[in-house]
T-cell receptor, first 111, second 114 residues
């Protein structure tokens, strides 16, 4: 099983739709979780951290489910500008501490 | 605040040639990462430094890749000799501390090996 798994998509949704992505992780000892956004041919940028109590920033909501070992990202009222790849990042605490990236989920918001 | 600086932005080399990438992290960031991102995949960690010491290089192909971070600031990543499968974007990132902090990325170096 991969350490971090995401559905690569693409998710094609109309403007205004609500879309959700999940990301599963294998290490139950992981403590830090993030969603990064990566635009085409650009570097990844932090979208939001994911806390145990969840995290909301405007139209974006991130949740952590420790029991089932997954994090989720919900985007409400999708905009054309939300089109990007969303990368799930989980820390690995086996051996040395490091961040593991998922392959990313590609989102296309259609007019 | 200045971001992570990388150079060059693009590089095209022939297989078996050598290439070097440079990274200057955000001032004060102790942790520096080099990632390899192949088209359609997520970034894969190659090497991680804490100040000038290597924390993790378990996925660095040491027969051809090397990296250093002298004085705990700038870092260089070298490939010698390059293979076709090394074509990728090489991303440098830095974070303030080793655990739990956001990693900030540079714009990357797009390497094409022909």
């Amino acid at each position: 099983r991969k350490e971090v798994e995401q559905d690569p998509g693409p998710f094609n949704v109309p403007e205004g739709a609500t879309v959700a992505f999940n990301c599963t992780y294998s290490n139950s000892a992981s403590q830090s979780f993030f969603w990064y956004r990566q635009d085409c041919r650009k570097e990844p940028k932090l979208l939001m951290s994911v806390y145990s109590s969840g995290n909301e920033d405007g139209r974006f909501t991130a949740q952590l489910n420790r029991a089932s070992q997954y994090i989720s990202l919900l985007i409400r009222d999708s905009k054309l500008s939300d089109s990007a790849t969303y990368l799930c990042v989980v820390d690995s605490v086996s051996g040395t501490y490091k961040y593991i990236f998922g392959t990313g989920t590609r989102l296309k918001v259609l007019a | 605040e200045a971001g992570v600086a990388q150079s060059p932005r693009y590089k095209i080399i022939e297989k078996r040639q050598s290439v070097a990438f440079w990274c200057n992290p955000i001032s004060g960031h102790a942790t520096l990462y080099w990632y390899q991102q192949i088209l359609g995949q997520g970034p894969k960690l190659l090497i991680q430094f804490q100040n000038n010491g290597v924390v993790d290089d378990s996925q660095l192909p040491k027969d051809r890749f090397s990296a250093e971070r002298l004085k705990g600031v700038d870092s260089t990543l070298k490939i010698q000799p390059a293979k076709l499968e090394d074509s990728a974007v090489y991303l440098c990132a830095s974070s303030l501390a080793l655990t739990g902090d956001e990693a900030f990325f540079g714009q990357g170096t797009r390497l094409t090996v022909v």
